[in-house]
């Protein structure tokens, strides 16, 4: 996943994929910051809230531009609305979620979304037990009107929030009613063309990672 | 997380962050075929189902052994064991969940523990509301009693399920109760001695990661 994501954010901006991972944490701390009134930060704080050295926080950031002035520091809403327009979350693109389950319910009443700037619309479902049900505030609708509702708003993100194997049906399905963004939380590999952007939350591997990881560090005490 | 679970698997295991990475698709893709009563697979096949390349495949499971016999194939179930015990999913770690809100019910009732060998064991809450109730067939322990209980059932890990900035003392109470594994879906940076094994699910991120993509895809198009 992080490695598909790499390799594609270097191909397409050129930047190194080692610095666009970092770029949600640069927005968590400063989002902190700013929640704090925090107006300004040197590259020190910067670097010791982010576990790194100041050399690195001003080579990242010079890559973006160069927000810092020396002996001032950053300007802390500056730099998060620039790394904020950098990562597309003043963009307000549009979004539905595809499952009503449990899992659907989770995340449509997540504040990612507000925080994110994404804009849910609508949340789906086939399942006539479901549809016409609320869920976070939406009425369920029909999966079978995704297509005439991408129609008429604008929605360019599909969340893919089932865990069993449908994930890849209901993939396919929201990209032939135009969206170009799948957020996909079933173990599901998706197999989209170049013009769809996908990010997968593989919850069952990070699990294994865990229990991998867990199992050296025994190995390790025996 | 990616970058922190490969420097940690390079420094545990010697083998290659990459190599590492690649197993738990490894464990999916066998899973697959197990379940389609395939007996054995050849590493063109696996490769085909990996959209990796043969040789590259061959590489690999030589590092954990070399399970493969020439002109023969791999023996998928002995392939999928060796795998299933390197990524520790048969040492049957017991976990519990902290926060039986919407977050920790879906986890509760997701196939993914039983699916990777890990048994749940219990659900907590500090919320008054919530202690007493039932979440996915667990009823809702009192989170002051989690110490006690690990003390007499065998609890690696702690499933940190919920979405507030919360996760860190949940963690560090999780922690201080004598887990060894926390499987983070707080927002938080947790901040855990070498003891403690991490994994963390930064949903936020994901999210951020996709619109960047979007972002440069779209900009692209301009």
Chains 1, 2 share one sequence.
Not at 14 to 23: C, D, E, I, K, T
Not at 77 to 88: A, H, Q, R, V, W
Not at 122 to 127: A, I, L, T
Request: hydrophobic share 40%; aromatic share 8%.
């Amino acid at each position: 996943m992080q490695q598909d994501f790499e390799r594609d954010a270097r191909r397409q901006s050129g930047v190194s994929p080692v610095v666009v991972a970092r770029l949600p944490r640069y927005y968590r701390c400063l989002r902190e910051l700013l929640g704090r009134d925090v107006l300004r930060v040197s590259s020190a704080e910067l670097a010791r809230l982010m576990k790194t050295t100041a050399s690195q926080i001003r080579q990242d950031l010079n890559l973006f531009g160069g927000f810092g002035q020396q002996g001032y520091g950053y300007n802390v809403k500056n730099l998060y609305t620039s790394i904020s327009d950098i990562l597309g979350i003043n963009d307000n693109y549009g979004a539905v979620i595809i499952g009503a389950g449990a899992l659907g319910s989770v995340l449509a009443s997540h504040s990612v979304f507000a925080k994110r700037g994404v804009i849910l619309r609508g949340v789906f479902d086939d399942s006539p037990d479901l549809i016409g049900s609320m869920c976070a505030g939406f009425k369920v609708a029909d999966l079978a009107q995704l297509e005439l509702f991408c129609e008429s708003a604008v929605i360019d993100i599909a969340v893919i929030a089932v865990t069993d194997d449908s994930g890849a049906k209901l993939a396919r399905h929201a990209i032939d009613s135009g969206v170009k963004g799948i957020w996909n939380f079933s173990p599901t590999d998706l197999l989209c063309s170049s013009e769809v952007t996908v990010q997968n939350v593989y919850i069952d591997d990070t699990l294994m990672k865990l229990c991998y990881e867990m199992k050296q560090t025994d190995d390790k005490k025996i």
